[in-house]
């Protein structure tokens, strides 16, 4: 799970990453706005979203 996807997550919320663009650059040495990293992180912040709803 990348660390970029979990700060914005806990922080700010899964959309987050695409208003803060340079503490997004910041985080991670690869570019957030590439089309398979907003593919990854979209990924990554539903899994968490529907993780969270399932019951134990």
């Known amino acids: 799970m ?3 996807s979990v700060f ?5 919320g899964g ?3 695409f208003g803060s663009q340079a ?3 910041r985080l991670s040495s690869e570019d957030p ?3 398979d990293e907003v593919r990854t992180h979209a ?5 968490m ?3 969270g709803l399932k019951p134990s």
């Open 2 to 4: 990348p660390l970029r």
């Open 8 to 12: 914005f997550m806990i922080t700010s």
């Open 15 to 17: 959309s987050a990453v």
């Open 23 to 25: 503490l997004a650059r």
């Open 33 to 35: 706005f590439a089309p």
């Open 43 to 47: 990924r990554y912040v539903a899994d």
């Open 49 to 51: 979203i529907i993780a």
